[in-house]
């Protein structure tokens, strides 16, 4: 056997982002070490950061490492001290920029509540319990990069703005290859979000969706409108089980979706295309408690299980991650964000170290 090594291309990026990515690479570290996995891990500067220090929020050298890499992971972007920037260099670009670059059109939010985190969520406990869903969201195409797009002034200095709500079918039909093969891995039903009543590129979306789902005839495919799904998200959360839906639509569902769970501090991410992926928290760089040692890492703690499981084929290791995290929890373990009373409140590091405890117990 090959002892392959796997490249890693790590951007802490902004705000708590440094913090929370020392624990994640310690979890992978001590990982890799007790398993003997090649890991070779390059730092990079994106978001805020890298527009001090280069000024711009993306520079080249951090696409080449990035396309260079097998895997990115990533902390977080932005912060109030680049919120006046013109758009063009804002920190959020940057993200941007990645998924374009890379092509990372298949998003995974994972949605799990924690048996043991139920009384976070702001919803009745008899809702959220078991919630497991698997939202994945398209990410290169739609509003966010269809043309034409701006503000525009006509003669008369009536500024008018537009955004081009725009896919083709084959941006259709990747997405929805992937979300039929997820949800075949899982509990075999897919739900499509669209607003095919009112949007054409939606209801293309949605005649697309069900011919790929004419190669899948084991996966039940259902069909639900955007505005009833965010309905039925705080309603009936646990009728869900994989949901495939657009860029703009994903981003709006999926922060919804999140606060089932109580706390968006949980929620790792991946975000796949052919041959990159990039894996991180769903939260943002929250600078207002940045560099207090008080930020959950455990969402990227999450991310590099995915990383793990998504581009390193190790399904075992990832689920050893996942299940050291879930006994810290059950330890009582707390970070503030998701402190109740009763539990032990500890801080960034002291989490990262606990996880990395229960992980070494687990393998040995
Ligand atoms: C997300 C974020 C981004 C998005 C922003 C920061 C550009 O909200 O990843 O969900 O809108 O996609
Ligand atoms: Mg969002």
């Not at 891990?41 to 890298?50: E, N, P, R, V």
């Not at 929620?267 to 408690?289: K, N, Q």
Request: charged residues 25%.
């Amino acid at each position: 056997m090959t002892n392959q090594e796997y490249r890693i291309a790590v951007f802490a990026g902004d705000g708590v982002g440094p913090e929370i990515m020392n624990e994640a690479i310690k979890v992978l570290t001590t990982l890799a070490d007790k398993k003997n996995i090649r890991i070779s891990l390059k730092d990079g500067l994106i978001g805020g950061s890298a527009y001090d220090a280069f000024g711009t929020p993306f520079p080249d050298q951090s696409l080449n490492l990035a396309l260079e890499s097998d895997a990115v992971l990533l902390g977080a972007v932005g912060g109030p001290k680049w919120e006046g920037l013109d758009y063009s260099v804002r920190p959020e670009r940057a993200l941007l920029g990645l998924r374009e670059k890379l092509g990372l059109y298949a998003n995974l939010r994972p949605v799990v509540v924690f048996d043991e985190l139920v009384d976070a969520s702001p919803l009745k406990k008899n809702l959220v319990q078991g919630i497991d869903i698997m939202i994945l969201r398209e990410l290169t195409g739609d509003v966010y990069f269809g043309k034409p797009r701006g503000v525009s002034k006509d003669k008369d200095g009536l500024r008018t703005g537009i955004n081009t709500m725009i896919y083709n079918e084959e941006e259709i039909r990747r997405i929805a290859v992937r979300a039929f093969e997820l949800a075949r891995a899982r509990r075999k039903s897919l739900l499509s979000v669209d607003k095919a009543n009112v949007l054409e590129s939606t209801e293309l979306w949605r005649s697309v969706v069900t011919e790929t789902g004419r190669d899948y005839p084991d996966i039940e495919l259902k069909h639900m409108y955007v505005d009833n799904c965010a309905m039925q998200l705080v309603r009936n959360p646990s009728q869900f089980d994989v949901i495939v839906t657009t860029n703009l639509f994903g981003d709006i569902l999926s922060d919804e979706a999140a606060m089932l769970t109580g706390s968006i501090g949980m929620l790792p991410s991946a975000s796949l295309g052919e041959t990159s992926a990039l894996y991180e928290p769903i939260h943002g760089s929250a600078p207002d408690i940045a560099g207090k040692n008080i930020a959950n890492p455990l969402a990227t703690i999450l991310s590099v299980a995915l990383m793990l499981r998504h581009s390193f084929n190790m399904p075992q290791e990832a689920s050893w991650v996942e299940k050291a995290v879930a006994d810290v929890l059950k330890e009582g373990w707390r970070t503030q964000d998701i402190y109740s009373a009763g539990t032990k409140l500890t801080g960034t590091e002291e989490m990262g170290t606990a996880v990395v405890r229960q992980l070494v117990s687990r393998i040995f």
